[in-house]
């Protein structure tokens, strides 16, 4: 009778231990892996890293609770080296529910001004790209994931829709196109221009587009970003008059307005 029972149960445990072993596989690619925390999705992001073991990828799974002990690791893993980091630590990738994880760390940083921050989509098109930047000084290093990123960045990508609660930090941040990211992040020629509530970036070189973030969140202040090289290659009464429409754009306008370069200059010229 107990002969009788043991295949049975043995055949029981093999096909418990297969289960098991087959939901290990599935769910491999979002545990830690061995020598530091890295959460990968089927090791795309680690890959197009050339998988250097100098870079932690962390990839928050698409709802993952914000109070999942995954989370809390996270932030006590990457405390100390998000707040001293000098060259690239960490490339985190959130969903829009997947929860904060190790934000505060990162926000922790960029105030105490040793980090910079690249937005990237987290869709994988990176249609849109923005740069986030302490006032410690430019963005003199911004690659988009899939691009190779040098010894020498500590760019840290973060997905899109962080940047309000960044913006809402009071961290002054510096906010690009993709296309002026295509074009000139690489060169490091950058000027700065105050402004409030307001985004500011050119399309094509060849018409500018002027659109404000969401007024309700409040956002206090940022600085935006123009190419240096152009923009001091305007005349100053007309670099002005960009300034001041920007502002008074700012103050109240609508977000649909669009005015290119010509109209600008044509207001210009009714104003001499």
Not at 11 to 24: D, E, H, K, R, T
Not at 243 to 263: D, I, M
Request: proline letters at 6%.
């Amino acid at each position: 009778m107990k002969s009788g029972l043991l295949v049975p149960i043995l055949l029981g445990i093999m096909v418990i231990l297969l289960i098991y072993s087959l939901a290990f596989l599935v769910f491999l690619p979002y545990l830690p892996l061995p020598g530091g925390t890295s959460i990968v999705e089927g090791g795309r992001i680690h890959r197009d890293l050339g998988g250097d073991q100098d870079f932690r990828v962390i990839k928050v799974a698409h709802g993952l609770p914000r109070y999942h002990p995954l989370h809390q690791s996270l932030s006590q893993d990457f405390a100390a080296p998000l707040e001293t980091a000098t060259r690239l630590q960490l490339i985190v990738e959130l969903y829009p529910d997947g929860g904060l994880g190790p934000e505060d760390q990162l926000l922790r940083g960029l105030e105490k001004g040793t980090l910079e921050i690249c937005l990237i989509r987290g869709d994988g098109e990176f249609q849109k790209s923005f740069t986030l930047a302490t006032t410690a000084g430019p963005a003199r290093h911004v690659w988009k994931i899939k691009d190779p990123l040098p010894e020498n960045s500590n760019v840290l990508a973060l997905r899109e829709d962080r940047v309000i609660p960044a913006l809402q930090a009071g961290i002054e941040t510096l906010v690009l196109s993709e296309t002026v990211l295509q074009r000139e992040a690489r060169n490091g020629r950058f000027a700065y221009i105050d402004l409030d509530i307001f985004e500011w970036y050119h399309q094509d070189w060849d018409r500018w587009t002027e659109e404000l973030l969401v007024p309700e969140y409040h956002i206090p202040r940022y600085r935006l970003m123009v190419n240096t090289d152009f923009y001091e290659s305007l005349d100053p009464a007309y670099r002005r008059l960009l300034r001041e429409y920007a502002e008074n754009f700012a103050a109240g306008a609508s977000p649909e307005v669009e005015r290119s370069e010509e109209e600008l200059l044509s207001l210009y010229r009714q104003g001499e």
